[in-house]
């Protein structure tokens, strides 16, 4: 069995992402922050993971959750400050946990020094030279540059006093930077190496297929900006998954990654097309991109299959590894998307209980099954070659909060949309975790889900402030103590599986389908859809089983040596399970 060269550890890590202003509030504020971190390294140890990634803990001010960043070298005071950082970072890696920083380069806040400086400097001054502006068309320039739509809605363009415009694929809050220009590329050289010298051991990289644009073209108005559905596959999109994105990572990778010992690795967070995935993961790019084939797979037989092929394919051709994701704190939870009607489409992911019931839908949590569910994908992706992405809160097991009253919401998105379209966005899988059955919230009054005064351990008891996201009652039935004390919550069973995982991971990432995979050919799968087995062998033997047809499955011949729900009597894999093996 090969051993994994430790510089490597990427490669096949198990990511644990920490959002960091709901994890742990240490102050009492409301907000979770750095030291909350460092209080849990050791039950992050416990569970099994092999690294952090922490999102934006920057100043910012929280306009799009912190992925708006008003100064790319510090700690948001509210979170902490730089030696909380390092403390946090020392010790993780005394833990044997290594430290992943989120960089932002697509657009920083508003409230960035040179964003200010920008809009007190003159059209066509250095200053508005490292960010996008652009005078308006139409006789009196009043009309923006371009028809563009920003990923939350609303125009893409903004106008300033003296008439320019300033482009944002996101909120207006968020203004793109110019990386055509010098000082830009090499400011980030500088944040690179910043936060490698503070000891991160990587990087994930934000929104990392739009930083090269090309605004010098007169078909601009023929794209929508952020949709990834008609992206042409050759690079030829004004602002996303442009080539030259590349050249960017690639001096990445030779002025900062390579220079240190070990290198550093990065994950791309680039929702491309699968076909171009390979360029961001490949060597001397970034090293890895995030898969969301999971995230997006309804649980059926050929959407998970096509997920990891997509996935598998993606690592042979970049010559680095894959990684699986089912959540993370821009989707709604997978305990959730398991539990709701399988419909072959997409738009359960963004689904609330009250648009739902706006739209006429039925949103029918149906919760054991969404558990069952969520443990048999747990194995399906653990034993899988590449990393794995754990979303904070998913080895409890919680599910979507999707009844956050709207004057409590944060995510720009649902803010900024028409609330008779929208969904509640993304604040339901970013709410405060629960780490005690006690300390509940108080409800107001007896319909109240929610209630004030308390926070089930988030923040010290007799905080000042409730959590920034309001908890619901039932979360006391997911708080880390009480999980810890039963032998079959979801938490004993991450433990489980990681422990395992751990024992049984070589080197090698090869992967062959099991004859035993195959479609069952009827809809007798989740809600009618195909059912069928996927079945799959690591080089050493180490092999997993899952079914997603109603009739039980044969397991081949081997030592059963976990299973995500019990086998039948006779020994099969019902339904909605998964089973790891030893093969003989
Ligand atoms: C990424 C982040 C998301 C954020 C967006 C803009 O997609 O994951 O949370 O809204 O970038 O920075």
């Not at 069952?372 to 998913?394: F, H, K, W």
């Not at 956050?404 to 970013?430: A, F, H, M, Q, V």
């Not at 919230?441 to 308390?454: C, Y």
Request: hydrophobic share 35%; net charge negative; charged share 25%.
């Amino acid at each position: 069995m090969a051993a994994q060269d430790p510089s490597l550890w990427w490669r096949q890590a198990v990511v644990y992402q920490v959002y960091p202003r709901s994890f742990k509030d240490t102050t009492g504020s409301g907000l979770g922050d750095l030291n909350g971190v460092t209080e849990k390294i050791d039950y992050l140890a416990a569970l099994g993971v092999d690294a952090i990634w922490l999102s934006p803990f920057y100043p910012s001010e929280l306009a799009d959750g912190g992925y708006d960043v008003a100064d790319y070298r510090a700690v948001d005071p509210r979170l902490g400050t730089m030696r909380d950082f390092d403390r946090l970072t020392e010790t993780a890696h005394a833990a044997g946990l290594k430290i992943v920083v989120d960089i932002v380069p697509n657009h920083s806040s508003r409230l960035h020094p040179w964003f200010q400086a920008a809009l007190h400097a003159a059209p066509g001054s250095p200053e508005r030279n490292r960010y996008i502006f652009r005078d308006g068309r139409g006789p009196n320039g009043d009309e923006p540059p371009t028809r563009w739509v920003n990923h939350f809605g609303g125009p893409a363009w903004t106008r300033v006093p003296d008439g320019q415009w300033y482009l944002h694929m996101f909120t207006k809050e968020q203004p793109d930077f110019n990386w055509d220009n010098r000082e830009v590329r090499e400011d980030f050289l500088t944040t690179l190496r910043f936060w490698c010298d503070h000891g991160a051991d990587g990087f994930r990289v934000d929104v990392a297929q739009a930083l090269a644009k090309d605004l010098n073209r007169d078909d601009l108005d023929d794209y929508g900006v952020m949709s990834t559905n008609d992206m042409p596959a050759d690079g030829s999109h004004p602002v996303l998954d442009r080539d030259e994105v590349h050249d960017i990572y690639h001096e990445w990778r030779r002025e900062v990654f390579n220079r240190y010992d070990p290198p550093r690795f990065a994950v791309a967070e680039a929702w491309v097309r699968p076909e171009r995935q390979y360029l961001y993961a490949s060597p001397d790019d970034l090293g890895q991109i995030f898969n969301f084939e999971f995230a997006k797979a309804d649980w059926t037989y050929p959407a998970m299959k096509a997920a990891i092929a997509e996935g598998l394919a993606c690592a042979e051709r970049s010559g680095s590894t894959s990684t699986w994701v089912m959540s993370n704190h821009d989707v709604h939870r997978h305990a959730t998307r398991y539990a709701l009607p399988q419909v072959p489409t997409h738009e359960y992911h963004q689904i609330s209980a009250d648009w739902a019931l706006r739209m006429g839908r039925t949103y029918v949590e149906n919760r054991p099954l969404g558990t069952r569910r969520a443990r048999a994908a747990l194995m399906l992706e653990m034993a899988l070659p590449g990393s794995a992405y754990v979303y904070q809160g998913e080895e409890l097991g919680l599910f979507e909060v999707p009844d956050i009253p709207w004057d409590r919401l944060e995510d720009p998105w649902p803010l900024r949309s028409d609330r008779e379209e929208s969904t509640k966005g993304r604040d339901g899988c970013r709410v405060p975790l629960p780490w005690t059955a006690a300390d509940a919230p108080v409800p107001e009054h007896p319909n109240d889900q929610f209630g004030s005064h308390g926070s089930f351990g988030f923040s010290p008891a007799g905080a000042a402030s409730d959590p920034h996201l309001p908890q619901p009652k039932w979360f006391k039935d997911f708080a880390v103590d009480v999980e810890s004390d039963d032998p079959q919550s979801m938490l004993n069973f991450y433990r489980r599986v990681l422990a395992l995982r751990h024992r049984l991971q070589t080197a090698d990432t090869s992967c062959r389908w099991l004859d035993c995979d195959a479609p069952s050919g009827l809809n007798d799968g989740a809600d009618g859809q195909p059912g069928g087995v996927i079945a799959y062998a690591r080089e050493n033997g180490w092999a997993c089983v899952t079914n997603f047809a109603s009739k039980p499955a044969a397991l081949p011949g081997g030592e059963v040596l976990l299973t995500s729900a019990p086998l039948t009597d006779d020994g099969l894999l019902p339904q909605d399970a998964s089973a790891w093996l030893s093969l003989r």
